[in-house]
């Protein structure tokens, strides 16, 4: 019985003594930059609910997402950097990062499309080229970063 009464006092401690971290998904959309024709280029980030059971460090997955649309709202294309991070309340590590492109509209093209990662951010960048009678006619350059603080928060 002594034996039993142990197990169960030290099962007990081992179970409270570890954090359980419960985080809500993340659904922030910022409007950058306005161009002079009424388009513009909107951010959002998402992320997954974050769970950390018996662990003092925590994994959170999230992406954000640059958006271009026409003056009229109509999405042109996006570009996405995800990333995956590890934080433990002191400190934050971006440990994989990717980017993913969308195209809607066929007057547009999307090259150069890279992705990296440093420290606790992830970047991706890409080019977006717009023609005309195969004529480049615009050009837009953009980085999107996501970076994780040491408690968790995506930003």
Known sequence: MKKITIIILSFLLIFYSNTFVFASNTNEI???????????????????????LFSTTSTKYGHKTATYKSSSGNTIWTITVSGIFTYNGK???????????????????????????V????TASATATKYTNKVAVQTIKRSVSLSCSKSGKLS
Do not use: M, R
């Open 30 to 52: 910022h409007t950058l930059e306005v161009f002079e024709d009424g388009s513009y280029i909107e951010e959002q980030i998402d992320c997954s609910p974050t769970v950390s």
């Open 91 to 117: 400190s934050s590590k971006c440990t994989k990062s990717s980017v993913t492109t969308t195209c809607v509209n066929s007057n547009w093209k999307i090259t150069n499309k890279s992705s990296k990662k």
């Open 119 to 122: 420290d606790s951010t992830a």
